[in-house]
């Protein structure tokens, strides 16, 4: 099983990821780098969430698991 610590770090370093891409991506689109941060900020904030919750619901599932 996976601990809530593992998944927080794994989420945050995912989010970081996903924030500097999103960030390059909103500033190709917008021109603006204040548009594509706050893009990439809200993005962010809302996938990590979503994120944190995803993995804590699948860590409580027995299916598919050996042993």
């Known amino acids: 099983m996976e601990t809530r610590?593992?998944?927080?770090?794994?989420?945050?370093?995912?989010?970081?990821?996903?924030?500097?891409?999103?960030?390059?991506v909103g500033l190709a689109f917008t021109g603006s780098l204040a548009a594509g941060g706050t893009m990439a900020s809200v993005n962010t904030v809302v996938g990590l969430v979503c994120y944190v919750i995803y993995e804590r619901i699948w860590a409580a599932v027995q299916w598919g698991r050996w042993g």
């Open 5 to 24: 610590r593992r998944t927080v770090v794994k989420a945050v370093l995912w989010a970081a990821l996903g924030w500097v891409t999103m960030g390059l």
